[in-house]
């Protein structure tokens, strides 16, 4: 039975590029997936883009690019990503200057558009998910909305000969299960297929994690060669059936523990995990090692898509304020707790506008709160650090959070050091759904 070789070269938008070369020189792949975006990845390329209209892709897209295109062009490998982010018309251009400085001349980079509905869900009767208000109420809070696109425009730009395809927003599966049906000729309405390729892309969509990285738990489930994971590779059969592995000679593992865990990954309903190509089922998926880091995955399927897809909105929530200091030796939880109530009464003191106040021993009380115990009861240790964080409408106001926390060096309590301070602007995530009459994705392609 023909196969297809399809691997993961990023899982997320920081994700390591030496794993993503090594499958480009020794994976014998005919595609490289690059999943990169994330639904506050997306909202913080809108501004980007707001900023300057030729920014808004992926920050690591040329890097990535210079790294695999030489190998990938030399092998015939079809690279697809989702590095275009708030403006994949931009990164193709870029790719197309990189590819020629790389000396590769006639590459055909498309660009899929069509995933930013801002204008659409705002004027419109769509309304939040989470809470019900119209979508409209957000007024000029509202910094990004962008549609999960499905496999459909990514089928198109392979079938117009693209060497490289690069998305907006779509959703994770889809950027393999696009060239899965381009090689295969699968039915846009063939839902069985659709969706035990949809598991196999939610089972490689986040790179090293199916290799062991999300998995290792020293002490209960050891991965050998961490510090050079390889990313994973699958080999697809015509009828979606796949064996997950990696490159040979590459740190991790596949087993069929670490596919069970990917494929449990941010799963809602097993039976009912919709896609803009395909309602999927995975509550039948069968998993089966059948060699040293070969797993194979069957079983997966599915029913017809959605008349609606996903929107990802993107909303500013002013900024928080941090600031940190460490205490070490004797007594440092009890000088680490005065400092944490000094601060709590300055901040009363200078009149600070706050909608929300943490004060965290970072090692002690900075996850679970102080209303779940450490076992044993109370924890004395020899160091600590004090954690002052809190969320304003202001950049400035959020500035006197840290201001305060560096005061306390020369203001008590004794032997603070180690003082950071830092303003961030917070960007929230809701979500809404569109009818996908509304969402018209469209495909340029650009030669380099």
């Known amino acids: 039975m023909r196969q297809v070789r399809i691997g993961a070269g990023a899982g997320y938008s ?6 993503a070369v090594e499958l480009a020189e020794h994976g014998q792949l005919d595609y490289l997936v690059f999943e990169c975006l994330a639904e506050r990845t997306i909202a913080l390329a809108q501004q980007a883009r707001q900023r300057d209209d030729r920014l808004g892709y992926d920050p690591l897209l040329v890097a990535r690019m210079r790294a695999v295109l030489p190998a990938c062009h030399r092998a015939g490998t079809v690279i697809i990503t989702n590095m275009g982010a708030a403006n994949p018309l931009a990164a193709a251009e870029l790719v197309c200057v990189t590819a020629r400085e790389l000396g590769l001349f006639g590459l055909k980079v498309a660009a899929v558009t069509g995933d930013d509905v801002a204008e659409a869900v705002s004027d419109g009767e769509c309304r939040i998910l989470e809470d019900g208000r119209p979508v409209a109420t957000l007024g000029e809070s509202l910094v990004s909305a962008n549609a999960y696109l499905g496999a459909e425009p990514i089928v198109q730009a392979l079938a117009a000969g693209a060497d490289v395809v690069i ?37 490689l969509e986040c790179a090293g994690q199916v290799t062991g990285g999300y998995f290792a738990d020293p002490g209960f489930k050891t991965v050998p060669g961490l510090a050079r994971l390889g990313f994973p590779l699958a080999e697809v059969s015509e009828d979606g059936s796949a064996i997950i592995t990696k490159v040979e000679n590459t740190g991790g593992c596949v087993t069929s523990a670490t596919c069970k865990e990917q494929i ?50 993107g909303i500013a929530e002013g900024f928080v304020g941090e600031g940190q200091i460490s205490y070490a030796g004797s007594g440092a939880r009890d000088r680490a707790e005065l400092a944490a109530e000094i601060v709590r009464e300055r901040l009363g003191l200078i009149g600070l506008v706050a909608h929300e106040l943490r004060f965290d021993l970072i090692g002690v009380d900075a996850l679970h709160g102080r209303g779940l115990p450490a076992a044993g009861g109370r924890v004395e ?10 969320r304003t409408t202001t950049a400035g106001e959020a500035a006197r959070i840290g201001n305060e926390v560096e005061t306390l060096y020369t203001n008590g309590p004794a032997g603070g050091g180690g003082v950071t301070r830092q303003v961030r602007e917070v960007l929230g995530v809701l979500s809404t759904l ?9 495909v340029q392609v650009l030669e380099s």
């Open 14 to 19: 920081g994700d390591r590029i030496e794993p």
């Open 167 to 203: 998305t907006g927003r779509a959703a994770d599966p889809s950027l393999f299960l696009g060239p899965l049906m381009h090689e295969f000729g699968w039915s846009f309405e063939d839902w069985p297929r659709l969706g035990q390729a949809t598991l196999i892309g939610h089972v």
């Open 264 to 313: 449990l990954y941010e799963i809602h309903d097993p039976e009912r995990y919709f896609t803009p190509d395909v309602v999927a089922d995975f509550s039948r998926a069968q998993v089966e090692q059948v060699g040293p880091d070969r797993v194979r995955i069957t079983g997966g399927s599915g029913r017809a898509r959605p008349e609606a897809l996903k929107v990802s909105l």
């Open 381 to 390: 240790p020899y160091e600590v650090r004090l954690r002052v964080a809190g």
């Open 434 to 442: 569109l009818p996908r009459e509304h969402v018209r994705a469209s």
